[in-house]
């Protein structure tokens, strides 16, 4: 691992999260994942996660309330790797 990169994972599937990435969010999605959000600033909390194991860090301050326990995926980056209760749904194909 690079020193900006990071890995989420969840239920045996890896998302990595690197210098490209502005968030845990920007990862989700590249990766093909629909996860739930509204601001994309750490305002409104809707990005909210459980974080079961590991650290994470915010690119900006959240004014979201966030109980311990929990993160912004939107405005955080992991450091190194962390562990959460689940990803996002995946993104339907439409054939």
Do not use: W
């Amino acid at each position: 691992m690079s020193q900006q990169e990071g890995r989420v994972i969840a239920g045996g599937v890896e998302v990595v999260v690197d210098g490209h990435h502005k968030s845990i969010l920007e990862a989700y999605e590249q990766a093909g994942f629909t996860p739930e959000f509204h601001c994309r600033e750490g305002v409104c909390g809707a990005c909210r996660t459980t974080l079961v194991k590991g650290e994470v860090e915010y690119t900006q301050s959240p004014l979201a309330n966030i109980p311990k326990g929990q993160i912004l995926s939107c405005c955080s980056k992991p450091k190194g790797t962390i562990e959460v209760a689940e990803l996002p749904p995946i993104k339907q194909k439409i054939a």
